[in-house]
C-alpha cells in the first residue's frame, strides 16, 4: 500500500482521488492558515507553479492539531488560501495527523518515523508511493535541500 490507495476527501467535497497522482512527484504538507509559517503557502505555490508540469503535485492537508491553528471550516480555508495566497496546488479535508484518530495518509507518509512535529512538515513522495524524504517544519518550500530533492525525481 502506499499513500496513492489511501481514501481522503478534497477541501470542496468528493474525493480527492490520490490514484490520479501516481507516476508524479508529490510534496505532502499539513498547513494551518493561523500559524507563524502560514507565509509558507506563498513558496508552496511557487514550487507547484515551477514544477507541476514537470509532474510535482502539492497537496496541501490542512490540520488544526497544533494549537488550533487551523479552526475554520472548508469553505473558510479554501477562501483564505485563494486570496492570501492564490492557491491553485489541490487541498484535502481537515485531518488529524498523529495521535488514535491519525488519518491513514499519515499512517502510510510517517511509518515508523514519528510524529508530525508542527504545521508544515513535508513529505516528498516519489512516484511509486515512495517517502523518498522528510522535512521538518521550518524548511521553506526555496530551501536548496527541498528543491535539489525534488528536482532529482523529476524527469528532466
Known amino acids: 500500500m502506499t ?3 489511501v481514501d481522503i476527501d478534497a477541501l ?6 490520490l490514484r490520479q497522482y501516481r507516476g508524479n512527484v508529490v510534496l505532502v504538507v499539513n498547513v494551518a492558515s493561523k500559524c507563524g509559517l502560514t507565509p509558507q503557502y506563498a ?4 514550487l507547484h507553479r515551477a514544477y507541476a508540469a514537470r509532474g510535482l503535485v502539492v497537496l496541501g492537508v490542512p490540520c488544526n492539531q497544533f494549537a488550533g ?6 469553505a473558510d480555508i479554501d477562501q483564505f488560501c485563494q486570496v492570501n495566497y492564490g492557491v ?7 485531518v488529524e495527523v498523529n495521535g488514535p ?3 491513514p495518509l499519515y499512517r502510510e507518509l510517517v511509518g515508523a518515523g514519528g510524529d508530525i512535529q508542527w504545521n508544515f512538515e513535508k513529505f516528498l513522495v516519489g512516484p511509486d508511493g515512495t517517502v523518498e524524504a522528510r ?3 521550518g524548511t521553506q518550500p526555496d530551501d536548496e535541500r527541498l528543491v ?5 525525481l523529476l524527469p528532466r
Open 43 to 46: 513558496g508552496l505555490q511557487e
Open 101 to 103: 484518530g491519525r488519518h
Open 12 to 17: 470542496t467535497g468528493g474525493s480527492a482521488d
Open 3 to 5: 499513500i496513492f490507495d
Open 148 to 152: 535539489s530533492a525534488i528536482e532529482k
Open 135 to 137: 522535512f521538518d517544519p
Open 69 to 74: 491553528q487551523e479552526p475554520g471550516s472548508a
Open 88 to 94: 491553485t496546488f489541490p487541498l484535502t479535508e481537515k
